[in-house]
């Protein structure tokens, strides 16, 4: 069974599953799930805990002979699996089906790893798990989701920070759930439960965004400007290379140029470009944000860009690389190949003077 985190404690409330893996590459959300398995597992008497660290072939012998020990005076126990690897040798699927198979009601299986490639999830040993256990994928919080997650780490905390203050801190951790968690701890021990305004909130804490190209790229088709280019700042900052960064955005100008003349693209269309529902849904409705000719047009813009980053022409590659996002996020007065571009929105104006 395939869930998500929102789920997972009804689905507790209604019994333990003989097994969960847990997959992603957020340490954060990964130890607040398992938090919640590991206290319902307790409440159900599940006391012995083992913990193993593997590689993707699951060839511990310790493991096994875990597994294989069996005897009536026993606790219930936790086989507690850390994977090196979000995929599995076909020796190690094939291990880790046997695992399954000498799992009984007094062991309780879990797994943690990075996040499953998608091929993983159409294979045997994928399929053959998930009915008789529980995946559950990870995916980095939407805004929605993370303005919600920080309200309740904050009403946990007892702690009393203003609507500017909540907002400080979104902006400034947007992307890095860990440093947002020791924000608030800082936050504790200065303030306790005393009134906390934007001031203060950033008067104790520097910027510590953690950003991923995927992150830009939700904000571009979310026609969220201002957010795209303070996480294309932050990128450059984090000393990611210019080159990954316009070739993830230039997938994404395909595939909005794609759309823009076929809203309803063919089932071949969408398996060639891994477009699955949700994503496809909001690419379409992005890409109706320009007409096709043009969305083409700002493929001048990245080949200039392109050329900048190889020497071929001169210029400030990062800033066209901006006003190419920009255009993108904003849908307005398409830069083409020049090197400027009028923007209308002031805080952007403002981000692009600052960071480049």
């Known amino acids: 069974m395939k869930i998500n985190l929102a789920q997972l404690a009804p689905l507790l409330n209604r019994g333990l599953s ?19 398995i590991l206290d319902e597992a307790e409440k159900n008497n599940f006391i012995d805990k083992q913990h193993f660290v593997l590689s993707n072939q699951f060839d511990d012998d310790a493991l096994w002979q875990s597994l294989h020990n069996r005897c009536l005076w026993q606790q219930k126990k936790i086989v507690l699996i ?28 879990i797994i943690q790893s990075l996040k499953l490639e998608a091929n993983q999830t159409q294979s045997a040993w994928y399929k053959s798990a998930d009915a008789k256990g529980v995946f559950l994928p990870l995916w980095p919080l939407t805004e929605k989701e993370l303005k919600k997650w920080l309200q309740d780490k904050i ?63 939700d904000a571009i088709l979310q026609a969220n400007g201002a957010k795209a280019e303070r996480i ?6 984090q000393g990611l290379e210019i080159v990954l960064v316009l070739w993830t955005v ?49 493929f001048n813009t990245a080949a200039t860009c392109d050329k900048i980053i190889k020497g071929v022409e001169s210029g400030n590659s990062w800033r066209l690389l901006s006003q ?13 190949a020049t090197r400027e571009s009028p923007f209308q929105n002031s805080s952007v104006k403002h981000t692009l003077s600052q960071g480049f």
């Open 82 to 109: 850390h994977l090196n690897a979000g995929k599995l040798t076909q020796k190690g699927a094939n291990h880790f089906l046997d695992c399954l198979r000498l799992i009984n009601t007094d062991t309780l299986l």
């Open 232 to 237: 294309l700042q932050q990128l450059r900052l």
């Open 324 to 336: 190419l996002v920009c255009t993108m996020s904003t849908a307005i007065n398409p830069v083409g």
């Open 18 to 36: 003989s097994f969960y893996w847990l997959c992603s590459d957020d340490s954060v959300l990964q130890e607040e799930a398992l938090s919640l």
């Open 250 to 298: 230039l997938r994404e100008l395909r595939l909005l140029t794609l759309l823009s003349s076929n809203p309803i693209p063919s089932d071949q269309d969408l398996l060639s470009y891994r477009l699955w529902p949700q994503r496809r849904a909001l690419l379409q409705q992005a890409a109706q944000r320009l007409p096709n000719p043009e969305w083409k047009k700002l």
């Open 155 to 217: 009403k946990l905390s007892h702690l009393n920070i203003d609507i500017p203050g909540v907002n400080a801190l979104l902006t400034n951790f947007d992307g890095n759930l860990l440093a947002a968690k020791n924000a608030l701890h800082t936050l504790k021990l200065a303030y306790k439960e005393a009134p906390i305004s934007e001031k203060e909130v950033l008067a104790l804490i520097a910027p510590q965004g953690n950003y991923t190209v995927n992150q830009l790229t």
